[in-house]
């Protein structure tokens, strides 16, 4: 791509030699212990390199794993250096497998998942008002919204007012003051908005409420340590931010309608976002809906572990029980009031759909959850896979499109479906 090309479409320099910038777990990499060939792993794999050449993502992190055994562990790109407005004379640092990249709304499903294990350990009925738990978000009329509601996405309070200072996001005890006195656009739970930024903090809420510490302290008792996660905390430690992968607004810059279905979205524009992700004040914060940081091999294992029904490495982190209701879908297919587009929710996960849906074609038992867009992170239970593709661009729409849902197709054609029988519990 040249220069011209490069500044018009606002992506990175991409090198020609791709084995230069390609960082591979050999070790990692297992395809032959479930009998996928080398075909299928390298088909794969080039459909991230046809996303990576789009110049769109830096850095990328790809793991797949199937019938447990991960078969593609890789990375390629930079993971800070080579953003469409670094210096030419900016250190380019490689991506790896174990860079920490910042899920963001892709932590929205580990956050859920907590939630459902409380629920299991009898600590929290989801179908309980919020208020129940915590008194004073009844104000303004949300005094019957339920913990269920703020998990599917049907809670009434989509945003943060508008004014909203940024540095808000970082002062837990400010930003719920300011949940508290919103006022909902709902109540009933009818109608879908997607809660970017706002359910998470609601849930946080419940969760120390009801537990007497700490979310960060909760997912590392009950996920992160048990499941011998490196990373994988909400924000990361003030001496691990040089280490987590630089994020880059890339792409096209969106025009109406699409820049304001981004501003009611994500609460501004893109260069905003960037500004703002790239902050050591949030990186360092605690987002529940947001700023999970961790590798795609620790969000591929996450979702391995929901598979197996809760199981991991013979430890059981939850009940088969919890991740069937984790995964249940709640009401029908419907347009996202904030995002603009049909979307299938359970409480807590997007969800698939059959002939074709989010997570590609026939992918009826198909949950995860898709970060800043770009990022996609999921399970397929009648195809025995669990999937985390990381990048750290995040354009919105573009000449990238077409790479991305090439991949997602690749995959699930790479991947055909199980006979019934043989699939895991979870797709019964």
Same mark, same amino acid.
């Given at each position: ?6 500044? =018009? ?67 390629? /790109? ?96 400010? *930003? ?25 903090? *609601? ?45 880059? =607004? ?34 360092? =914060? ?65 969800? /698939? ?67 019934? /029988?043989?699939?895991?519990?979870? =797709?019964?």
């Amino acid at each position: 791509m040249n220069r011209l090309a490069r500044r =018009a479409l606002h992506t990175c320099q991409i090198p020609r030699d791709l084995t230069s910038v390609t960082f591979r777990d050999a070790a990692g990499e297992k395809p032959a212990k479930v009998g996928l060939s080398t075909e299928s792993v390298e088909a794969i794999w080039r459909s991230v390199e046809g996303l990576y050449r789009t110049g769109v993502h830096p850095g990328i992190q790809l793991s797949v794993r199937h019938r447990g055994e991960q078969v593609l562990h890789r990375a390629i /790109g930079h993971a800070s250096g080579n953003g469409p407005d670094d210096r030419a004379d900016a250190i380019k640092v490689p991506m790896t497998t174990d860079t920490p990249i910042c899920y963001f709304s892709a932590s929205k499903a580990v956050t859920a998942l907590l939630m459902h294990m409380l629920s299991e350990q009898g600590l929290v009925n989801l179908m309980d008002p919020v208020s129940y738990y915590c008194p004073e978000f009844a104000q303004n009329g949300k005094r019957t919204i339920t913990v269920h509601q703020i998990l599917v996405h049907r809670g009434g309070i989509p945003a943060i007012p508008r004014e909203t200072p940024i540095d808000v996001l970082w002062n837990r005890d400010e *930003v719920w003051r300011l949940l508290c006195e919103a006022r909902p656009v709902e109540v009933d739970g009818a109608k879908v908005a997607y809660h970017a930024i706002t359910g998470g903090f *609601v849930l946080q809420r419940v969760l120390e409420k009801v537990t007497g510490t700490s979310i960060e302290h909760y997912l590392d008792t009950h996920l992160r340590q048990p499941m011998g996660m490196k990373w994988f905390t909400y924000g990361i430690a003030p001496e691990h931010v040089p280490d987590l992968a630089a994020n880059y =607004a890339t792409g096209p810059r969106p025009r109406f309608p699409v820049s304001w279905v981004v501003n009611r979205a994500l609460g501004g524009d893109i260069r905003t976002v960037e500004q703002v992700t790239n902050d050591p004040r949030f990186q360092e =914060a605690v987002i529940p809906a947001g700023n999970l940081c961790g590798t795609a091999e620790e969000m591929g294992r996450f979702f391995q572990m929901m598979l197996n029904g809760g199981i991991w490495k013979g430890k059981r982190i939850c009940s088969e029980m919890t991740i069937r209701r984790a995964i249940q879908q709640f009401g029908s297919l419907q347009i996202d009031r904030t995002m603009m587009i049909p979307m299938r929710f359970s409480a807590g996960l997007m969800l /698939g759909g059959n002939p074709v849906g989010l997570w590609g074609q026939h992918s009826r038992y198909a949950f995860g959850h898709v970060g800043l867009i770009n990022k996609l992170c999921w399970a397929d239970a009648a195809r025995d896979i669990s999937v985390s593709l990381l990048n750290t661009g995040f354009p919105i729409v573009g000449h990238h499109l077409p790479a991305l849902a090439k991949f997602v197709y690749t995959v699930c054609d790479r991947f055909p479906l199980i006979p019934e /029988g043989q699939r895991p519990l979870v =797709a019964a």
